[in-house]
């Protein structure tokens, strides 16, 4: 039973970590929209990772 | 020509004129369009390559109700209206903002997505985030790569004008409060799984042991557990605390009272025993507590603020912008720009921006939206004018007194704001009964307390937290508001926006709805009356002309020569207009329309404009709506008159199935409302009542005995609504942010009163199922906790338990069913403008 002693105290930490990890989630707007990102694995735009990375340039320049 | 005739618009699901020939290839196939505006958004949507926002959509999209003017959003750019709506963006990174524009039109998933995907190609924007049930868009930008005007303009020709949120309008309010709520629901849930495994493992390890665990094992788990559940406990029962707190101070006792101090008695008395004794402890009992009166919490906030669609009317009743005289000349500014002592010109068609007085001009000025008045009243220097009110005709040059708070519509809109947030009366006798019932908890528990103490003074704690818990009132002080409010979002997502839930309790217990003619029965839309020709132009001939015409135009008026109006005159446009072309087509707005067909060039509009530019005099009789068509020496002049509208049938038919009464009280003359109650199939009718009349006739009818509804237009209404029992008020775009009445049936036809109707009985069902099942749970439950035969964990679950119950039950209302296409649209379209010009 000497095993729960680091096991228990170890699954605190990683509820501090979850804990920590869904306010950086809140704090970062990943509940506020919860309509469209669903739509958006539908559109099979093939020119997505171009738009992407040109949208990428235009912010650098 | 599509080769299989396809009946409605593509874009906005309107039928389509038979021989329009408006198509657009989308998807590789050619879909029809029924009128220039659609398809200047259609086509904008496809070379954006976002077409598959067609295959996305749930909602059909909202026909343009005017065309776009690019230049309207230029003031938009000044530093000053940047400055005032716009803040530093929250990375803080130079020369970015982020603020909150109100689109109109948004209606499902499908448009977010649009937006965002739309926004997401000019340089320089960060976030575009919005948020469907209540068209706020969050946009995060660089002014200085991308200038909001053409943000902007853009959005108008995506079909979705938008209106400059004023700051601090409670979106981030109501954001913030979310976020919140989110971050103890959070916490409360993962604590509670860690709190219950620990205690799990107690369970367990008693009944595999046959006994209880070694002393120092148990010890640990306490310990543990005691250090997840407090800090768990102290954050995440935050609200409660607040508001128990809140209410002791005001004196009186609330729900959350005997809620915070079941919490704070079961967490000392465990952690004091964790700690000095030996016992049994209540942390999973806690935080469990503490979760699910959470998410109850967390669904009530959630309906309450989804149903607040009407919101930001303010914004939307005003102008984009204000012409300010400089001395050189003019200047286009940002509202927030004007102070008292500046002059503004507003021409004819244009909204006036703030409160002042008439300097030098003359015009006619529709004060419908603030002050209820129809008719647009003439205005002359030294008159005042008020800020929202649409001129008419001519032009003026205000000198402004009054702006933004300041000004009387924004008082209006306070006032309704202050109204919606009323406690309903079901509500607050609910909370009556709640508080009675929360002194009746806490004496029964001191009497039990003092029982157990005389019996075994180790039970006192166990008992008395049980009956704290297990009584505790929350469904039934949950059951009505969550009812309300999900009855409320339904309703708004039909498009019925409810400004005074108590109207909801008494929809069920209707014997008469009176219903208005013009403007209820009959909607803003356009239909051709009767038409005059001069100078050998054919009747048919005319209307097919203006048909081909007015298919350049997006003016509703333009709706008139279209099919699918049941005139007898459109049916003949329909038909003969297919083989028309009009050439070099040129549309003006606030005044008509031109092209030339067979190589004659043709007026169609207003009479003192067509007659201007024709160059020939026609004589026009003053009353009603009259358009003029002119070319190559001919004329006709086309009488409009409102069209009814839909869906009128169907809600008479639904209330007298339902045995109600409906009677129609009209201020027309007899033979027209005598038709037009024979067409609608109601028995009683009043005509030529003026509104003391219907105030009578409503009064008449309460006497003798009967609860009345009134259904008017809201405006010319006012004081008939006022005295009925059940009032609703048929209003779109600003004007709903005007009327008083229970009920605003937004949209042009009737199809959503017709499910308010059908709506509140079962409204008044769920709230009578939750209650009964609230009062029997409680009256149960609390003596079997006073003898000591629930312990504190199951009498968590059980108060758990019934408020999620209800919370679900109420839910039911909230789904929205039989949305029809195009009935709720919330667009700003100040109905006078559909009648003014074409």
């Known amino acids: 039973m000497k095993a729960i002693y680091i096991l228990i105290p170890l699954s605190l930490v990683l509820l501090g970590i979850a804990i920590w990890a869904f306010f950086w989630a809140v704090r970062n707007d990943q509940f506020d929209d919860l309509d469209t990102p669903a739509l958006d694995i539908l559109d099979d735009d093939e020119n997505e990772h171009e738009r992407r990375e040109t949208q990428k340039r235009e912010q650098i320049s | ?838």
């Open chain 2, 1 to 838: 020509m599509p080769s299989a005739p396809e009946t409605t618009c593509y874009h906005c699901g309107e039928p389509v004129p038979a021989g329009a020939d408006l198509s657009l290839e989308i998807d590789g196939r050619r879909r029809p369009m029924c009128c220039a505006g659609c398809r200047a958004v259609a086509s904008m949507i496809r070379a954006a390559g976002l077409g598959r926002y067609y295959d996305f959509r749930t909602e059909l999209a909202g026909r343009p109700e005017r065309e776009a003017d690019p230049g309207r959003f230029a003031a938009w750019d000044r530093a000053a209206v940047l400055d005032y709506h716009a803040v530093a963006a929250d990375p803080v990174e130079k020369g970015r903002r982020s603020l909150v524009l109100v689109l109109e039109n948004v209606h499902c998933a499908a448009c977010a997505w649009l937006v965002r995907r739309y926004l997401e190609r000019f340089a320089g924007i960060g976030e575009a985030r919005l948020d469907v049930s209540d068209g706020r868009l969050r946009l995060d930008f660089d002014p200085a790569r991308t200038p909001l005007s053409t943000i902007a303009a853009g959005l108008e020709a995506l079909g979705y004008p938008p209106h400059l949120d004023a700051p601090g309008s409670g979106a981030e309010r109501d954001r913030n409060e979310r976020r919140r709520m989110l971050k103890y629901l959070i916490v409360a849930a993962l604590g509670m799984m860690q709190v219950m495994s620990y205690a799990l493992a107690g369970y367990l390890g008693a009944a595999a042991a046959g006994g209880s665990m070694d002393p120092e094992t148990g010890h640990f788990f306490r310990l543990v557990s005691m250090l997840v559940a407090v800090p768990v406990a102290l954050y995440a029962g935050q609200p409660f605390y607040r508001s128990a707190l809140a209410h002791l101070a005001r004196g009186h006792l609330g729900i959350d009272v005997p809620v915070a101090a079941a919490i704070l008695l079961a967490l000392f008395s465990s952690v004091a025993l964790t700690l000095f004794g030996d016992g049994e402890v209540y942390f999973d009992s806690v935080v469990m507590f503490i979760f699910f009166l959470l998410l109850g919490r967390f669904a009530v906030m959630l309906a309450r603020q989804q149903s607040g669609a009407a919101q930001s009317a303010l914004a939307r009743a005003l102008p984009a912008r204000a012409r300010r005289l400089t001395a050189s000349g003019s200047e286009d500014v940002g509202l927030v720009e004007l102070s008292a002592g500046d002059r503004v010109l507003v021409a004819d068609g244009e909204v006036v921006p703030a409160d002042g007085e008439v300097e030098s001009g003359n015009g006619r000025v529709d004060e419908a939206l603030i002050s209820g008045e129809s008719e647009p009243r003439a205005r002359a220097p030294g008159d005042p004018v008020l800020a929202g009110s649409l001129v008419t005709g001519g032009g003026l040059t205000v000198r402004v007194t009054a702006t933004g708070r300041a000004t009387v519509l924004s008082g209006i809109v306070d006032l309704l704001g202050e109204a919606r947030r009323r406690r309903p009366r079901l509500a607050r006798l609910a909370d009556r009964v709640a508080g009675g019932f929360i002194v009746l908890i806490l004496v029964a528990s001191a009497i039990a307390a003092l029982a157990w103490w005389q019996i075994d003074p180790a039970r006192v704690i166990p008992v008395v937290l049980s009956m704290l818990v297990v009584a505790c009132p929350c469904a039934l002080a949950l059951g009505t508001p969550t009812a309300l409010a999900a009855a409320t979002r339904g309703l708004a997502a039909d498009g019925v926006l409810t400004a005074n839930p108590d109207a909801l309790e008494a929809v069920p217990r209707l014997t008469h709805v009176v219903l208005d003619k013009t403007g209820t029965l009959t909607g803003p839309a356009m239909r051709i009356a009767g038409i005059e020709v001069h100078g050998g132009l054919g009747r048919d001939r005319a209307i097919a002309i203006c048909a081909a015409l007015e298919r350049v135009s997006t003016h509703p008026i333009a709706r008139a020569f279209e099919a699918g109006h049941e005139s007898e005159h459109s049916d003949t446009a329909a038909g003969a207009v297919a083989g028309i072309a009009v050439q070099q087509p040129e549309s003006l707005a606030g005044a008509g329309v031109s092209g030339v067909i067979d190589g004659v060039r043709y007026w169609l509009g207003r009479p003192d404009w067509v007659s201007d530019r024709a160059g020939i005099d026609i004589d026009v009789p003053e009353n009603g709506t009259r358009v003029v068509l002119a070319g190559g020496g001919r004329c006709a002049v086309i009488r409009l008159e409102a069209a009814p509208r839909r869906g009128g049938r169907e809600l008479i038919e639904q209330l007298q199935n339902a045995g109600v009464e409906v009677v129609l009280a009209s201020g027309d003359r007899e033979a027209a409302v005598a038709e037009t109650a024979r067409g609608m199939g109601i028995a009683e009718y009043h005509a030529g009542c003026s509104p003391d009349g219907k105030l009578a006739l409503i009064r008449r009818l309460q006497r003798a005995g009967g609860v009345v509804a009134m259904l008017g237009d809201g405006i010319n209404d006012a004081p008939v609504l006022a005295g009925a029992d059940v009032s609703i008020a048929l209003a779109e775009g600003a004007a709903i942010a005007r009327t008083q009445a229970d009920l605003v049936v937004t949209g042009r036809d009737l199809h959503p009163a017709a499910r308010a109707f059908e709506l509140a009985p079962r409204v008044r069902r769920i709230v009578r199922q939750n209650l009964g099942w609230a009062l029997a749970y409680n009256a149960a439950a609390l003596p079997l906790a006073a003898i000591g035969l629930i312990p504190p964990w199951a009498a968590a679950i059980g108060m758990s338990l019934s408020s999620l119950g209800v919370v679900l039950n109420a839910r039911r209302l909230g789904r929205a069913r039989g949305r029809t296409p195009g009935a709720a649209r919330t667009g700003f379209s100040p109905a006078p403008e559909a009648g003014a010009s074409a």
